[in-house]
């Protein structure tokens, strides 16, 4: 009898074993395939995230290898990359309609800011994630077709850098930090278009501080008018944001 409780119970022990490994397996592909299926609906542009480790029972884990290209008229090559996502959901609501999102830190991301007299790419990119708000087309759902609604309790991105131009006229400067808290708390959960319109909008409002800054720097190293553009194209970026002139 001991004998018999000692291999049900070795037994049970690997079951678990493979139900978690199986369940981390299957949830960080589903966050995979959701982000890589809906994520250019939303962008109109190639999104890619190469990897997603999440634990069913903490809700933590990483994102890795996620970028976002050139809107359509741009040069060839991300608009941004991300490298490393951390992120903690609630447990509870991973395989629900209405997932709550913890906290999201973003290390070190890259952002590629070019300009055509008042336009850019960043802008471009804040247009199409505007259209795909009231697109049902480009909201996540669940596998039984229900619209999926997002929380993010806390949103961290630091050490994030913007490169303005292309080649040897580029320039790399510092973006400010970015902390956003609630998003889509009060609404009782937002779309995924939506979630990525409130954080695009804060992402655009530092790569405007940076570009700002860098119009005087290019504007010394080459030239009155490369600055003056730099300057022209940050005022356009303005105009895309809530209360903007």
Do not use: C
């Not at 960043?122 to 999926?148: R, Y």
């Not at 790399?172 to 278009?193: A, N, Y």
């Not at 695009?200 to 940076?210: E, F, G, H, L, N």
Request: aromatic share 6%.
């Amino acid at each position: 009898m001991k004998k018999f409780l000692l291999v049900s119970g070795a037994a049970l022990l690997v079951l678990v074993i493979v139900a978690y490994l199986v369940a981390t397996f299957f949830l960080g592909s589903i966050v995979k395939a959701g982000v890589n299926n809906y994520g250019p609906r939303i962008t109109g542009t190639a999104v890619v995230l190469q990897d997603a480790d999440i634990s069913p029972l903490s809700g933590g884990g990483t994102l890795k290898g996620f970028s976002v290209a050139n809107p359509e008229g741009w040069t060839q090559g991300d608009a941004f990359s991300l490298g490393e996502v951390r992120v903690k959901m609630r447990p509870s609501s991973l395989l629900g309609s209405h997932v709550i999102v913890e906290e999201v830190f973003i290390d070190q991301p890259v952002f590629r800011y070019e300009t055509k007299l008042v336009r850019s790419n960043i802008g471009d990119l804040l247009k199409n994630i505007e259209a795909a708000v009231g697109s049902s087309d480009a909201q996540a759902q669940t596998e039984q077709g229900e619209p999926m609604k997002f929380e993010v309790k806390h949103f961290r991105l630091q050490g994030g850098k913007v490169t303005v131009g292309v080649g040897n006229n580029a320039v790399t400067l510092p973006m400010p930090p970015i902390e956003l808290r609630d998003l889509g708390t009060k609404e009782g959960g937002i779309t995924s278009s939506q979630l990525a319109m409130a954080i695009m909008r804060s992402i655009t409002s530092s790569v405007i501080t940076a570009t700002t800054e860098a119009a005087g720097k290019i504007g010394g190293t080459m030239g009155a008018a490369a600055g003056d553009a730099a300057k022209k194209a940050s005022e356009g970026l303005k105009k895309l944001l809530p209360g903007g002139k």
